[in-house]
């Protein structure tokens, strides 16, 4: 098992910023890639960024060069900084980690307002 926690959501304008967290615990050597998925209201949920543990780094075309994730594999936790938010990322942020017998953990989810 793998127990995954965020922190970090919270009320921002538009065009501010956010840092988003996630500490997994647990059986964490099993641990492949890690991510970042979010759902709005009345939405599938949708990848925004992954990472692999080499480093590898995948984004939705949405929040390409707004968005950067990144990952300590000693602490196990991934973060994603979030700029130049703007109202359409409004979304409960949930983190993801997919272990190499293709088990996909999910954490409870952070909710990212962007509104003035």
């Known amino acids: 098992q793998v127990q995954l926690v965020e922190s970090g959501g919270g009320l921002v304008q538009p065009g501010g910023s956010l840092r988003l967290s996630c500490a997994a615990s647990?059986?964490?050597?099993?641990?492949?890639?890690m991510g970042w998925y979010r759902q709005a209201p009345g939405e599938q949920r949708e990848l925004v960024a992954s990472?692999?543990?080499?480093?590898?780094?995948h984004y939705a075309n949405s929040v390409k060069g707004r968005f950067t994730i990144s990952r300590d594999n000693v602490k196990n936790t991934v973060t994603l900084q979030m700029n130049a938010l703007k109202p359409e990322d409004t979304a409960v942020y949930y983190c993801?980690?997919?272990?190499?017998?293709?088990?996909?953990?999910w954490g409870k989810g952070t909710l990212v307002t962007v509104s003035s």
């Open positions: 993801n980690a997919g272990t190499v017998d293709w088990v996909s953990y």
């Open positions: 647990g059986r964490v050597f099993r641990i492949n890639a």
């Open positions: 990472i692999t543990n080499g480093g590898s780094t």
